[in-house]
């Protein structure tokens, strides 16, 4: 089984539905991050937590919310989906501060989001 | 001007062939340097990691970090068909909390 697993790995829904990515992982790391890869611009963080308790946003928060449940769980929200949303999602973890140490990410293998 | 910057490519090349990867940056506070790989399909993996300035080889890649020139380099000796895939440049340190990522350069490397 993969460390860091996302559900679903593809989705199609249409404007205004509500929606909601997973992530869980067993790898033990207290920090967690969601991702947006769109071709020509990379990957931009969204939000990101460095512990149950913690959750701060990233570059690119608006229209997203997150809940992290528990140390292994991280979801991914989309309140009201919108076509600009459509995009490839990557969950993310670390054992350590990005800046610190390794700072290694360790993806998912990505969910597919089409918006239409 | 973006922090980061990197040739999407894409790249073309034969097998065998000597690849480089490159990527600017402009925060002066970045010590952390770091090469992903990305196959189709799937999530980035960690290929280099270098800290601070320097040269870092493991097997068939090189990384160097020029940080008077906020230049850093990947190169691929005798490339394969199995290194077709897109490689991120990141980075972090200093005052910056997050990994900043380039936007990416997808090779295909020719049987």
């Known amino acids: 089984d993969a460390d860091v697993t996302q559900t679903p790995r593809n989705r199609i829904t249409k404007t205004g539905k509500r929606i909601m990515l997973e992530c869980s992982q067993t790898?033990?790391?207290?920090?967690m991050y969601w991702y947006r890869q769109d071709p020509g611009l990379g990957l931009r963080l969204i939000y990101y937590s460095f512990d149950v308790k913690d959750i701060n946003k990233g570059e690119i928060s608006d229209g997203y919310s997150v809940s992290r449940q528990a140390q292994a769980k991280f979801s991914l929200s989309l309140e009201s989906a919108i076509p600009n949303q459509t995009a490839l999602y990557f969950c993310a973890t670390s054992d350590l501060g990005q800046g610190a140490s390794t700072g290694e990410l360790f993806f998912g293998e990505g969910s597919r989001l089409t918006v239409l | 001007q973006k922090e980061v910057e990197q040739d999407p490519g894409p790249l073309s090349v034969p097998e065998g062939a000597i690849v480089s990867l490159n990527c600017t940056y402009s925060?002066?506070?970045?010590?952390?340097f770091m090469w992903y790989r990305q196959y189709s399909r799937k999530g980035p993996e960690l290929l280099m990691y270098t800290y601070s300035s320097g040269n870092k080889e493991d097997g068939r890649f090189t990384a160097q970090v020029d940080k008077s020139s906020k230049y850093i380099s990947l190169f691929i000796r005798d490339s394969q068909p199995s290194d077709s895939a897109t490689y991120l440049c990141a980075m972090g340190g200093g005052s910056q909390g997050n990994l900043i990522f380039g936007k990416g350069t997808k090779l295909s490397v020719k049987p």
């Open positions: 925060n002066s506070a970045f010590q952390y």
């Open positions: 790898k033990g790391h207290d920090r």
